[in-house]
Nanobody, 126 residues
């Protein structure tokens, strides 16, 4: 069992930055692909970004490409999401998720992820 705890959300003005963290329990974090997803009010959960277990492969949603950066520190069992040039449409609850399949090509599909955090709210004001 893996427990994921997100932090770093908050209220920021458009154009600002936030850094989300997701701390994982368990000794096998380094073998998991990790993803970030988000869900805005009244909308379905959507893919944001994912990173392979090694950190060598990342995939971004087009809507965040060039503004968001995912990284991981396997020694700290933590994955990060640096969000720059935030827009009001980035407002959502952000969830981190873990995929224990061990693939070097992480999935963009939420169904592939086995463990989820409780989410952290990000609100971007205009």
């Amino acid at each position: 069992q893996v427990q994921l705890v997100e932090s770093g959300g908050g209220l920021v003005q458009a154009g600002g930055s936030l850094r989300l963290s997701c701390a994982a329990s368990g000794r096998t974090f380094s073998s998991y692909a990790m993803g970030w997803f988000r869900q805005a009010p009244g909308k379905e959960r959507e893919f944001v970004v994912t990173i392979s277990w090694s950190g060598r492969t990342t995939y971004y949603a087009d809507s965040v490409k060039g503004r968001f950066t995912i990284s991981r520190d396997n020694a700290k069992n933590t994955v990060y999401l640096q969000m720059n040039r935030l827009k009001p449409e980035d407002t959502a609850v952000y969830y981190c998720a873990a995929d224990h399949s061990g693939s070097s090509y992480p999935s963009r599909g939420a169904r592939e992820y086995d463990y989820w955090g409780q989410g952290t709210q990000v609100t971007v004001s205009s």
